[in-house]
C-alpha cells in the first residue's frame, strides 16, 4: 500500500485544517489505518486511528474532542479533521496502515506510511 498525506499547512490557533491520506496499490486488501505527528525534537507520536469499518476509532488524550479521523473506503481515502487548533499541534502528519482489521496506537504496528505533512500553527 502506497500512501500519499496532503493538507497541510499554516493555520492560526483555534482554526481548522482537515488533512487527508490517499491509499493506493494493495488497497484490495483490509488495512486499518491512523494518523501520528511528530514535532521537531520530538519523537513520533500516536494521533488517531480507525479500524477498516470505520466502527472503532481511538485518539491520543491531547486531542480528543478536537481532531475526527474518519475514512471512505470507496475512495481509498482517510481523513483527519483538526478543529480548535493549538500551537503545540505543530507537527510533521504521517498517515500509516497495517494490514488486518484491527488498529494499534504503537507506530511499530504499522507497515506502511506516508511521506508527511506539515501543519504549523501560529499562536
Known amino acids: 500500500v502506497q500512501l500519499q498525506a496532503s493538507g497541510g499547512g499554516l493555520v492560526q490557533a483555534g482554526g481548522s485544517l482537515t488533512l487527508s491520506c490517499a491509499a493506493s496499490?494493495?488497497?484490495?486488501?483490509?488495512?486499518?489505518m491512523a494518523w501520528f505527528r511528530q514535532a521537531p525534537g520530538k519523537e513520533r507520536e500516536f494521533v488517531a486511528a480507525?479500524?477498516?469499518?470505520?466502527?472503532?476509532?481511538y485518539s491520543s488524550d491531547s486531542v480528543t474532542g478536537r481532531f475526527t479521523i474518519s475514512r471512505d473506503n470507496a475512495k481509498n481515502m482517510m481523513y483527519l479533521q483538526m478543529n480548535n487548533v493549538k500551537p503545540e499541534d505543530t507537527a510533521v502528519y504521517y498517515c500509516a496502515a497495517r494490514l488486518g482489521v484491527v488498529t494499534t496506537t504503537t507506530s511499530s504496528g504499522y507497515d506502511y506510511w506516508g511521506q508527511g505533512t506539515q501543519v504549523t500553527v501560529s499562536s
Open positions: 480507525i479500524s477498516w469499518s470505520g466502527g472503532s476509532k
Open positions: 496499490g494493495r488497497t484490495r486488501s483490509t488495512y486499518a
